[in-house]
């Protein structure tokens, strides 16, 4: 075997390992695509620079009456960054709102989860409308919170009169286990699985000079 197959196989195996290190824990969400596992911490905030980025936000839904009740943290499998998620909690106790701060954007929007496993999200952005399954997410053209969470009222009253009641009262148990509940959803399992795959091809493209290389012998 000549250096120059040498240095060629080398320069494949380090392309091949970016590209799991990068993109097998996304493609491995086409096999478990409700492999998501959530993590309620109380009391918790979110780390000082995506609070601040995120701040003008969360004073805008405080208020509208609700506090800060914890970080969600929605890890994803292997290795993969887990997702922040500042919750904060309504007075009337219907509904939560969940603000989430990456570094290209802050993303927020109301749930209710009802007693019977149904969702109902309300958000400005991040989200496709569907209405599926007990699974009910309506997306708004504005970024008014006030806006946003009357519309967010008017969808749990809808909700409500086809007999599915929010649950009464948002423990730390059921803050917990909404990332389950969401990522059990027939539809959202859907869109994993495209992701997954999505994810899946550059995996793919990136182990091809490996393949070569070792071809090449």
Request: aromatic share 10%.
């Amino acid at each position: 075997m000549s250096a120059g197959h040498l240095i060629f196989i080398a320069i494949g195996v380090l392309i091949a390992a970016f590209g799991v290190w990068r993109y097998l824990p996304k493609t491995l969400l086409y096999f478990k695509p409700s492999h998501i596992i959530g993590t309620f911490h109380e009391n918790a905030n979110l780390d000082p620079a995506p609070a601040e980025r995120a701040q003008e936000e969360v004073d805008a839904i405080t208020a509208l009456g609700f506090t800060r009740a914890g970080v969600q943290l929605e890890k994803p499998p292997l290795w993969h960054k887990p997702l922040e998620m500042l919750i904060l909690t309504g007075n009337d106790s219907a509904e939560l709102a969940c603000v989430i701060s990456s570094k290209r954007r802050v993303t927020w929007y109301y749930e209710t989860i009802c007693e019977g496993g149904q969702l109902v999200i309300t958000a400005s952005g991040g989200f496709k409308p569907t209405n599926e399954g007990g699974l009910y997410q309506s997306v708004l053209d504005t970024e008014d919170p006030a806006e946003v969470l009357a519309r967010h009222h008017d969808n749990v009253a809808h909700f409500a009169s086809q007999g599915y009641h929010p649950v009464k009262r948002y423990t730390p148990d059921v803050i917990g286990g909404m990332t389950q509940l969401y990522y059990a959803f027939p539809v959202v399992r859907r869109g994993m699985r495209t992701y997954g795959s999505m994810n899946s091809l550059p995996l793919t493209v990136l182990f091809v000079p490996l393949i070569l290389a070792i071809a090449s012998l």
